[in-house]
């Protein structure tokens, strides 16, 4: 009996948090605890079984939510240098000024860009993203280089089968299993019947996740050929992420959730580009449905707070009937999101056995007074509705503490936006923005 009740090691415990596991119908536990040892979960459960772990460092959570990393299942981490030269809407209008920047981009941009987006992301409380940006070889160095996890898939407007197959052999490039290589299509509305075959014959040979913008606007629904013909070539299947779908017809995502694909929903993009309102209350019932930050990220910094809010107002306004709710929004930006990626198994909820990827964020602004912690419902939709990345404390990926007292411990913030400045000047002239 002495064994059983001797402590047991770990390299780090989050203490006295609410937090929120969002495992097994998102269990809450307050006060409670999370222990990680190495890069996995090991403990999570009320503060009573805390002493069950001797940790070599304890964080005191007591004014602060803990929670599973934000996963944005879409986004342009390098369109973080385009931030503020255009106004979003503008991009609606004219398409060809994002395009001419991302054409003007270079490999050495393309890695600033993506170290700035991820600096941005990683400040917002996001730990995973799904990104598609040009030279994703650059882009998975600078991930690496902040300690994020990333599924990276390319961003052009050509495809080839030469392109499909040096996306196929990035894994043995980039040799760090936070990184995941996927296909990239930039529009299933402009690509060509070869270009689906060939993604497809890619994927299945490869075991490639896809990355695809799917019926963003009315004009890329037609009569719904696209879905379909995305699933007869195989490019719809578990991990497949379709961003937008807003316009989608009723029978392209049966289709859709009958493959196992997922949605990221672009809620602040969208309203930014006066695009139609994604139905999310009657999606979740039928499919995976996650949170992008898509080119917001260019505007707004990668403001997740902003992409659960807006997901969950707009639904409000749009739906009659809607019943989304602040746990549900929550569960879009957590653990459906890592389902969207297929990557439920490893991040998404604080589970042991999982990676460590979690963050907690700060409630102890007059923001959220008053604040009655034993009410769960309350603490959730303060953190929903009165949340913002300033709020965020820490950030932990894959067991790395890589943010703490909201700063970035092992980045020099002042050389990357630097960088970014000269990196954007050069670019923006380049695309004759300038």
């Known amino acids: 009996m002495a064994d059983l009740a001797t402590p047991k090691p770990c390299d780090l415990q989050l203490s006295n948090g609410f937090v929120v596991t969002m495992a097994n119908g998102g269990e809450i536990c307050w006060p409670g605890f999370v222990a990680i040892q190495g890069r996995d979960i090991v403990g999570v ?25 934000f996963i944005n299942c879409h986004a342009h981490a390098g369109i973080s240098l385009l931030k503020a030269a255009v106004a979003a809407a503008d991009l609606l209008s004219e398409p060809e000024i994002a395009w001419s920047f991302i054409e003007a981009t270079t490999e050495d941009s393309a890695y600033v860009g993506t170290r700035l987006g991820c600096l941005q992301m990683m400040k917002a409380g996001i730990t995973t993203f799904a990104d598609m940006w040009p030279f994703p070889d650059a882009n998975a160095e600078a991930v690496k280089s902040v300690g994020m996890r990333a599924v990276l898939a390319p961003y052009t407007r050509s495809h080839d089968a030469r392109g499909f197959d040096t996306i196929a052999s990035a894994a043995s490039r980039w040799m760090d299993d936070r990184l995941t290589p996927a ?11 070869e270009t689906l075959r060939l993604a497809g014959d890619a994927a299945r040979a490869h075991d490639l996740k896809v990355h695809a913008d799917a019926a963003r606007s009315k004009a890329g629904v037609g009569d719904g ?10 490019v719809l299947r578990r991990g497949t992420v379709l961003v937008g779908c807003a316009d989608a017809t009723e029978e392209e995502i049966n289709v859709a959730a009958e493959c196992g694909a997922g949605i990221a929903c672009v809620p602040v993009s969208d309203a930014q580009l006066a695009r139609s309102v994604s139905p999310l209350s009657r999606w979740k019932q039928r499919m995976l449905v996650g949170l992008g930050t898509d080119i917001s990220g260019a505007q707004g910094g990668h403001d997740f707070f902003d992409e659960m809010r807006m997901a969950i107002l707009m639904d409000r306004v749009s739906i009659e009937d809607s019943k989304l709710k602040p746990r549900d929004a929550l ?12 990557m439920e198994h490893t991040i998404g909820s604080l589970e042991i056995g999982k ?3 979690l963050i907690t964020v700060r409630l102890d602004d007059p923001r959220f007074a008053p604040l009655h912690w034993d009410r769960s419902d309350q603490v959730l939709s303060h953190l929903l509705f009165a949340a913002a990345p300033i709020d965020i ?9 890589l943010f703490r007292n909201r700063r ?27």
């Open 225 to 234: 050929w696209r879905i379909a013909e995305a699933k007869e070539m195989g």
């Open 183 to 193: 296909i990239g299509i930039h529009s299933l509305r402009d690509c060509s019947r």
């Open 331 to 342: 569960e879009m930006a957590t653990i459906d999101g890592a389902r969207v990626l297929g």
């Open 408 to 434: 970035a411990l092992h980045l020099d913030e002042e050389e990357i936006v630097r960088e970014s400045r000269e990196a954007s000047t050069t670019c923006l002239a380049k695309a004759g923005l300038k």
């Open 45 to 69: 459960g009320p503060s009573e079984r805390a002493d069950e772990w001797r940790a070599a460092i304890i964080l005191d959570c007591s004014d602060s939510v803990i929670l599973p990393g």
């Open 355 to 357: 990676r460590a990827d």
């Open 393 to 401: 404390a820490t950030v932990i990926v894959d067991g790395h503490v």
